[in-house]
């Protein structure tokens, strides 16, 4: 069997053996401004994606690097979702980076994950992608009247995904509404490309 052999700067950084394959990996793409994204939607994605975005914002502006001369930063996404607030925490940075933000989609980019892919600036994947839209889920325990409030909120929350959606692709406001009772599967050969959630097949 071939021995692997690390980098050796990434060796000197963490001093000993990564934990694993996927930890260097993901260390490699980050010289390369791509971000390996393969997990549930969580606060941990502050870390995967917002910081670096911020950071490589940063040195672009630090060096003086004019936007359209900057590296392109890359997300490669395979998501089954999770939390909406999280998701938008990561959305609001993609969508507000100078530095081009290009997503690609992978394998399966459903519900929050699906919204992250529709965020960057360009958008590609591969053909039997698979993405998912619907509407968000919730569970509420508490008193009549907090319930009463968690649910307005989440209703908002609702909406914004709705507008989110219907500003950033192909999809109308009419298509939207009769579709967000549904579980909205498609391929990104097919609905996900006429549909403008990814502007080009890889």
């Not at 549930?40 to 040195?59: A, F, G, H, L, S």
């Not at 909120?153 to 950033?168: A, P, S, T």
């Amino acid at each position: 069997m071939k021995r692997i052999e690390f980098d050796k700067e990434y060796l000197e950084l963490v001093a000993n053996l990564p934990d694993s394959l996927e930890e260097y990996q993901f260390y490699l793409g980050l010289k390369e401004r791509r971000i390996f994204f393969n997990y549930d939607v969580d606060t941990t994605i502050v870390n995967k994606i917002v910081y670096w975005i911020q950071e490589w914002n940063r040195e672009d502006r630090e060096l003086n690097i004019p936007v359209d001369k900057r590296k392109t930063i890359q997300i490669y996404i395979t998501s089954n979702g999770g939390d909406v607030v999280a998701g938008f925490a990561a959305i609001d940075a993609i969508k507000s980076s100078e530095t081009k933000v290009e997503t690609i989609g992978i394998g399966s980019c459903a519900s929050m994950g699906a919204l992250l892919l529709i965020s960057g600036h360009y958008r590609k994947a591969y053909p039997n992608t698979v993405i998912l839209l619907h509407d968000g889920s919730m569970a509420v325990q508490s008193t009549s009247k907090k319930a009463k409030n968690t649910m307005n909120f989440y209703d908002r929350l609702d909406d914004r995904i709705k507008q989110f959606i219907v500003e950033n692709t192909n999809i109308s406001k009419e298509l939207y509404t009769e579709k967000e009772d549904e579980e909205w599967y498609m391929f990104a050969d097919d609905e996900g490309l006429s549909l403008g959630i990814v502007h080009e097949i890889i």
